[in-house]
């Protein structure tokens, strides 16, 4: 008999709870909501309120509210959204030193509590957190990953679906590089039931879904205003911590270390990866044009900023 998996949820907020939520539902595991003391009331209300929606639902999964890092040992896979959002008129660079000042303690407490787990990285800016997480909690290369082209790509997706009124079901595509403005949506490549895009979409309307993906973050925190996208998010991050859990080997896009794929080395890129048991199994090179290498150099140079300002 197999033993549950447990699920180590860090940062019990917007993100978290629906994490939480999310991860019973899919019958995922246990999980610990975690937060720092300030928020106890907050995570162990969220972990009674989901608790007493699996009686009515009846999941078998439970969730604890903690702010004890004992209790997250042990677990299989951390999900990292501990950190502040963006609010209207910021860029996710604006949460650097916030953010970061964050991520030491909790990369310090993942390298003692649990350095066995698949650490999936939310908080921004992704790119350069991911980096010093892996780099802070010295995590295998193959167990840690930053979470933003699964979201991206599903933004991409869903505007494609709704200008050409069909399934979503049926639309592929993926986005490649930073979780900033200038990632690459890679319109060439993406397909609608197998047919290629862009004979479906003219291409001043492809060109208005590219900019309206790449800034898909900022028109949420436009509408929400105080704060950023939390179902979505959650969503996808989920979709990564299950291909890991149940070693669905899915091919997903996200922020992995690269070692000269791309021509990059020793940053982590948003680029298609397999998810599996072995956390990190393959990443995937796709042939790029000359514009396409050019839009995804400047999406590199722009996270090799960031990350290279990053003092460890
Ligand atoms: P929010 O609802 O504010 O939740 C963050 C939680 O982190 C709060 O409950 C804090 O108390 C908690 N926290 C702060 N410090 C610590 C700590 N040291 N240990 C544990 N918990 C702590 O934010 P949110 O859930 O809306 O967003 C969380 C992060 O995700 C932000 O940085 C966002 O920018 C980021 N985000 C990333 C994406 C990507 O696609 C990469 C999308 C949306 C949001």
Request: charged content about 25%; proline content about 4%.
């Amino acid at each position: 008999q197999t033993r549950k998996k447990k699920i180590g949820l860090i940062g019990g907020g917007q993100i978290g709870g629906n994490l939480a939520l999310l991860a019973v539902q899919k019958n995922l595991g246990d999980v610990v909501l975690f937060d720092i003391p300030a928020a106890e009331g907050l995570v162990k209300g969220k972990a009674l309120d989901i608790n007493q929606l699996s009686a009515v639902d009846g999941y078998d999964c439970r969730v604890t509210g903690s702010t004890d890092w004992k209790d997250v040992a042990g677990s299989d896979v951390i999900i990292i959204t501990a950190g502040v959002p963006r609010k209207p008129g910021m860029s996710r660079e604006d949460l650097l030193d916030i953010n970061l000042k964050i991520m030491r303690d909790v990369a310090a407490n993942i390298k003692q509590h649990a350095p066995n787990a698949f650490v999936i990285k939310v908080a921004n800016p992704l790119d350069a957190m991911v980096f010093a997480l892996h780099k802070i909690a010295e995590l295998p290369k193959n167990m840690v990953v930053g979470m933003a082209g699964v979201l991206d790509t599903s933004r991409f997706k869903c505007f494609v679906a709704e200008a050409l009124g069909c399934s979503i079901r049926d639309v592929e595509a993926l986005v490649l590089g930073g979780h900033g403005d200038d990632m690459v949506p890679l319109v060439r490549h993406s397909t609608v039931g197998g047919v290629p895009l862009t004979e479906l979409i003219a291409k001043d309307k492809l060109d208005a879904i590219v900019k309206r993906t790449r800034e898909g973050g900022a028109e949420l925190v436009g509408l929400y205003k105080t704060g950023s996208a939390y179902f979505a998010p959650a969503s996808s991050s989920i979709a990564m911590a299950e291909s890991f859990l149940l070693d669905r080997k899915r091919v997903l896009p996200g922020a992995a270390l690269l070692e000269g794929q791309y021509g990059i080395n020793g940053y982590f890129f948003g680029v298609p990866m397999q998810i599996g048991a072995g956390g990190v199994e393959k990443i995937h090179t796709v042939q790029l044009d000359d514009a396409e290498k050019a839009l995804l150099e400047k999406s590199f140079q722009s996270v090799k900023k960031t990350v290279d300002s990053v003092k460890l």
